[in-house]
């Protein structure tokens, strides 16, 4: 089916994800309308870790959902790989999230009577299919697991309940792996192990990673930041570091207090932002900011 075909194969095999003008609107037959996503396009390209920041309401998970297939914009398009996500029938979308997609919540999400080996093969068993032994390996040994997997969920730290739903969502190679908030629940060391395992798999495996977070320092494990205001990308910065994302995020305050964000509608603006993914430096390479 052509709609299920990006136009161009040679920019899809480089882009693990992308939004095209996507609006989300709530209560449009009601009187009061809120515009969770208003116009976002962006890139996530593949083998890099984004993540997504942006004050409360600003429409982050909203965005993560649309991506994911979990919940449908009203308007606009969402293509994970070369296959279109938005249009997709039910079954459709069961399948899409099945096959190409991992995910890692906030609140673990394991299942308590399984151990932690079972849990973690638990989306490809759904899925009838058998794990890659050498893949598995190599994923327990990176989130050092080895001596706990007989363990069930209640017997493990948070951190490593959060490392299980991590290797849960790498064990089937998935195109993308959307993290909610992922060390919402965790300790600073928790988190910096899980945080530091995310990463390792983005540069060893090449998994590309979307993380939404409200945590400075575990956005500067990105290689780039979209920040999100009123349901428009306002902003990105590359290769971050946790101060730079401060001064940042003080910096888009300023621009909300004097109220320059909510005059600042132009979509192609936000666009311009968005489609720079595509000429992002290096991971590593020297910060850059850049407003939309
Ligand atoms: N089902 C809904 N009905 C009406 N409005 C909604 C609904 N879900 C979300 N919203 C509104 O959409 C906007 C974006 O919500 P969203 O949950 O995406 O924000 P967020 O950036 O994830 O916030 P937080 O950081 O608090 O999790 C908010 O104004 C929210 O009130
Ligand atoms: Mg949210």
Not at 41 to 50: L, P, V
Not at 123 to 144: C, N
Not at 170 to 182: G, H, K, N, W, Y
Request: with cysteine; net charge negative.
């Amino acid at each position: 089916m052509t709609s299920q075909t990006s136009a161009s194969d040679t920019e899809t095999s480089a882009i693990a994800v992308r939004a095209v003008d996507l609006w989300k609107i709530y209560g449009e037959v009601e009187h009061t309308t809120v515009n969770a996503l208003a116009g976002v396009s962006a890139k996530f390209e593949r083998g890099h870790f984004t993540a997504i920041m942006g004050p409360s309401g600003s429409g982050k998970s909203t965005l993560m959902h649309c991506l994911a297939g979990l919940d449908q914009a009203t308007k606009g398009d969402v293509w994970i790989g070369n296959s279109k996500v938005s249009g997709l029938s039910d079954r459709g979308l069961t399948k899409l999230r099945r096959e190409k997609v991992g995910f890692v919540f906030q609140q673990f999400n394991l299942l308590p009577t399984l151990n932690a080996q079972e849990n973690i093969l638990l989306p490809l068993e759904i899925a009838g299919q058998k794990a890659d032994p050498e893949w598995l390996d190599r994923v327990i040994t990176t989130v050092g697991l080895a001596d706990r997997l007989k363990h069930r969920p209640a017997e493990l730290s948070g951190g490593q309940q959060q490392r299980v739903a991590c290797a849960r969502a790498l064990v089937s190679r998935p195109e993308v792996i959307f993290a909610d908030e992922p060390t919402g629940n965790l300790d600073s060391r928790s988190s910096s192990e899980v945080l530091g395992f995310l990463r390792q798999s983005v540069k060893e495996f090449g998994q590309t990673i979307i993380m939404v977070t409200h945590d400075p320092r575990a956005a500067s494990y990105a290689d780039r930041i979209i920040f999100l205001s009123d349901g428009k990308v306002t902003a990105e910065l590359l290769n971050p570091t946790e101060e730079l994302v401060f001064d940042q995020m003080k910096h888009l305050d300023r621009v909300a207090e004097s109220d320059g964000v909510a005059d600042s509608d132009d979509v192609t603006e936000s666009d311009s932002a968005a489609d720079s993914a595509s000429e992002l430096p290096a991971p590593n390479a020297t910060p850059a900011v850049k407003e939309a």
